[in-house]
């Protein structure tokens, strides 16, 4: 184990880098710090390497350094051990401390550093996920613990985990930590023009990110960080060189693409609220585009809102958003398929007659006055007016005008057959005793076919409330047997339900009485608007046939006649004007429709001006409120510092008052106690009196001190004198004994050598005759086992060719006898071989007597030692001799 590092963990030995270059408060420099890391890294220290590389990142001192590539390698190694080990705060440090170095002129490494995040996060999401076979689907929300309180109670109860809980533990971490960085990431894209294709990007993979793994709460989430960046661009408009500027036609596009994509999001996840908030945010960026937007973008901005609308159950924006769908489609997408306009035709004409004839929310609470407030009420008409921008109109939109767009756009025309006599069945001929009979072929014809499937039940709903409508007309009561014959394209308590509603709207006026089982029908025409007009029309009819009937019979025929010649003249007029009243009706309907899109264009142009107007509005208050904060931020700040000066005033007056009675200056006037300048002078003079008395003690008590040191130098000459002599009669005697000592020893050394020489000078004769003799003995050695080993390789030699010799002759000889000789003769020469066999080391230089003894021993004879091919003959020529004599 090594020293310790910083951050008071262990590096290895050897890694301390005692070689490396050092910035002055000990962090490496960007040069250094990877190579520092990967050794680091090799021997299993990641969490020190990622805490060398944010040193380096996060150091004070590189905001005065310039940005180089160095960085960027430094920020990459300590993206991906970051990820590895999951430090979220870590990076996102980090990253706001890189932008802050590179955001303004090298951009392109920020953006290379955040997609490298992204690439490398969601690889390890993929590799937990490919690890697991449970859904991605783990929990409703990545911030709150996706552990239940029954999977604690069995972990702490030591129950051992399930697979997929087990799975799910290795999933939702990862998930989490992506989560993070998906909002850390585009709080660092947020605003700068050069890394606007990346904050989209990167958005954008958010939205595949929240759908893939079903995150609801994670997408809302999502959702309001991309509006509140908006509203900030919106709000706080900023004219720096690199701020994001909405008045550039291709950064709103950017916006509108983003936007798009998180509206095809929402719906995908049904998330139907964000979905129509997405769809304010395509509006607002409509509004504040300078070019038209693209076709496509607009038929799916239709398309969402119609999705939206039908998920509400809003039928009456629901119409309007297929309208202007298919308005949209005819004008711009000319290549539109017959049968994709006679299917969207047929959808319009049922959304447009499925809107119920009365408000069904003002009938849920005309009763409750009351409680309008508690149910919303108040804040409706702003609603309505919201829905009914996104959809281009200036107010909210009405039933009957619906209708009469149906009717000018033909789309009657385009529609399917089985649904034309729609309109004259719910609308111009409405007969209350046919209903069923008549609605039955078309009810059918939409059961079949898939696309015209969800308007059945609302349709039902209008055709019942037509059918009350004109039995209210016709009837005071109904048996209830009858009514439900007459309404059976729909149950009894579907009509019984809408007849309730109707009667809280106050459109129907009905009575169910059960006893009787009937249906009473209370309508009180007389005092209705409508049996007022039937009396008016009735007078007049009455007083016309009156007046015809007062008239003479000539006075009758002449204006008969008249009128049938004015009918002559007017029918020969048509006839030649026929053609020409046509194209002009024509020619009228275009300009009535032109006008009509360029009122339309000046109202939504005016409230374009209304809503810039009230934002500048909101922004003038806003930035007038801002400033009063801010001076009465000022003021409050300037009354606090005089405020701290006079109290600091008043505490220094009490101390030097304090501190000139202390120092005795009683001399002081009365009304000189508040004057702070007064008494700092008088403070003053008190202390330079007070230093004069001191500087004056001082003199005097070192002149003092001058007079002791004189008289005790006197005092000590005769002392130090006397020692001085003594010291130096003490060093001359020590230095004469040491002399006398030193002369004794060297004395005594050298009678001890001259006893030593003449020793070894008595031996000296007989240490050269020993030594002459051992050279001589040493030599007569050599020389005799020189001879010897010459004698032995010439016979070793002689044998080797005799052995060869023999080896041939065995291979010629057959018979047993010849074989049993030559094994004889091998024997016998074996025999002697290993009698003559002798040593033949060099014999080493001994002593005399062991000298002897060993030229002793050399003159016996001696024999040689047998080779390893000698062995092994041997050995064969035994073997065979074993044979032969077990066979004789």
């Known amino acids: 184990m090594g020293p310790r590092g910083k951050n008071n963990s262990f590096v290895p030995r050897g890694m301390n880098m005692p070689y490396m270059q050092q910035s002055p408060l000990g962090v490496p420099k960007p040069e250094n710090a990877l190579n520092r890391a990967e050794q680091l890294l090799k021997v299993g220290q990641h969490i020190v390497a990622l805490q060398t590389l944010y040193d ?28 590895e080990l999951k430090r979220t705060l870590m990076i996102k440090e980090a990253l706001h401390k890189y932008r802050a170095m590179c955001s303004h002129v090298y951009s392109q490494s920020l953006e290379t550093v955040v997609r490298y995040l992204i690439q490398i996060s969601l690889a390890k999401l993929q590799a937990a996920h490919s690890s697991t076979t449970v859904s991605s689907r783990v929990s409703e929300d990545l911030d709150d613990s996706s552990e239940t309180p029954f999977a604690l109670l069995l972990e702490a109860a030591g129950t051992e985990q399930t697979k997929e809980r087990a799975e799910r533990q290795n999933i939702v971490p990862w998930m989490r930590f992506i989560w993070e960085i998906y909002r850390i990431v585009l709080d660092i894209l947020k605003g700068n023009s050069k890394l606007e294709l990346c904050y989209h990007e990167m958005a954008e993979k958010a939205f595949t990110f929240c759908q893939s793994g079903k995150r609801l709460v994670e997408f809302r989430r999502l959702c309001d960080i991309l509006r509140q960046h908006l509203n900030q661009l919106i709000k706080y408009p900023r004219n720096a060189s690199n701020d994001v500027q909405l008045s550039n036609p291709d950064t709103v596009q950017r916006f509108l693409e983003t936007r798009f994509a998180q509206l095809n999001t929402a719906v995908e996840l049904e998330l139907w609220q964000e979905a129509y908030r997405t769809c304010e945010d395509i509006h607002t ?32 924006y629901h119409a309007c958003s297929l309208y202007r769908l298919y308005v949209f489609l005819l004008k711009h997408h000319k290549g539109v398929s017959a049968d994709e306009l006679k299917t969207m035709a047929s959808k319009l004409l049922l959304a447009v007659f499925c809107i119920p004839v009365y408000d069904q929310h003002r009938a849920l609470v005309a009763d409750y006055f009351s409680q309008l407030d508690a149910a919303g009420w108040t804040n409706d008409g702003s609603r309505q007016a919201r829905m009914a921008a996104l959809l281009g109109y200036a107010s909210s939109p009405l039933r009957e005008t619906l209708v009469a767009e149906v009717q000018s756009r033909s789309v009657l025309d385009n529609c399917a057959e089985e649904l034309r006599n729609l309109h004259a069945i719910l609308e111009t001929d409405v007969n209350a005793l046919r209903l069923a009979d008549r609605l039955e072929p078309i009810l059918s014809f939409m059961e079949k076919e898939p696309a015209y499937q969800e308007y059945i039940k609302p349709l039902k709903k209008v055709a019942a409330f037509r059918l009350l409508q004109q039995l209210c007309l016709l009837y005071d009561s109904m048996d209830l047997e009858r009514l439900k014959k007459l309404g059976k394209f729909c149950s009894y308590d579907e009509i019984e339900t809408i007849a309730l509603e109707a009667l809280k709207a106050r459109v129907l006026q009905v009575r169910i009485d059960h006893r009787r089982h009937c249906i009473l029908f209370e309508s009180n025409l007389f005092d209705t608007e409508e049996m007022r007009s039937h009396l008016k029309l009735l007078s007049s009819r009455f007083l016309r046939c009156l007046e015809m009937i007062s008239r003479k019979e000539g006075k009758l025929q002449s204006e008969y006649e008249q009128k049938n010649e004015l009918m002559k003249k007017a029918l020969q007029q048509y006839q030649q004007n026929s053609e020409i009243e046509h194209l002009q009706i024509l020619s009228r309907k275009g300009i009535i429709e032109r006008r009509k899109e360029e009122q339309e264009k000046r109202i939504a142009q005016a409230e374009h001006e209304a809503r810039t107007q009230a934002s500048l509005e909101q922004q003038r208050k806003e930035e007038e409120e801002r400033r009063k904060v801010q001076e009465d931020a000022k003021r409050r700040t300037v009354e606090r510092l005089e405020r701290e000066m006079k109290e600091r005033d008043k505490a220094e007056i009490s101390k030097l008052k304090k501190e000139l009675t202390e120092q005795g200056a009683v001399d002081i006037e009365e009304e000189e106690l508040n004057n702070a300048e007064y008494l700092m002078i008088k403070k003053k003079e008190a202390e330079l009196k007070q230093r004069r008395e001191i500087e004056r003690r001082l003199q005097s008590y070192a002149k003092k001190l001058d007079y002791t040191d004189r008289a005790l130098r006197e005092e000590q000459w005769s002392l130090l004198k006397e020692k001085h002599r003594k010291d130096s009669e003490q060093f001359v005697k020590t230095a004469q004994e040491t002399a006398q000592k030193i002369v004794e020893n060297a004395r005594k050394r050298h009678e001890e050598d001259l006893k030593d020489k003449a020793l070894y000078l008595s031996i000296e004769d007989e240490r050269q005759q020993l030594t002459a003799q051992l050279r001589n003995h040493a030599r007569q050695l050599f020389e005799e086992w020189r001879r010897t080993e010459e004698e032995r390789q010439r016979k070793e030699k002689d ?5 060869k010799a023999t080896e041939s002759l065995e291979n010629n000889v057959n018979g047993t006898k010849e074989i049993s000789q030559k094994n004889t003769s091998d024997n016998i020469s074996t025999s002697k071989e290993l009698s003559g066999r002798d040593g033949r080391e060099v014999p080493e230089v001994v002593g005399p007597e062991k000298a002897e003894e060993t030229k002793s021993s050399t003159e016996a004879p001696t024999s040689r030692p047998m080779t390893w091919s000698e062995k092994i003959k041997a050995k064969r020529m035994q073997q065979e001799k074993q044979k032969l004599g077990g066979q004789q």
């Open 56 to 83: 380096v990142i996060t150091d004070s001192q590189n905001r005065r350094r310039q940005w180089n590539k160095s960085f960027e390698g430094v920020m990459l190694k300590f993206v991906e051990l970051a990820v």
């Open 285 to 316: 960026l409509i509004g504040l585009s300078k070019k038209a937007l693209k076709a496509q973008m607009m038929v799916n901005y239709y398309k969402r809102l119609v999705e939206i609308f039908h998920a509400s159950e809003n039928t009456l």
């Open 799 to 803: 044998e080797e060719e005799a052995a």
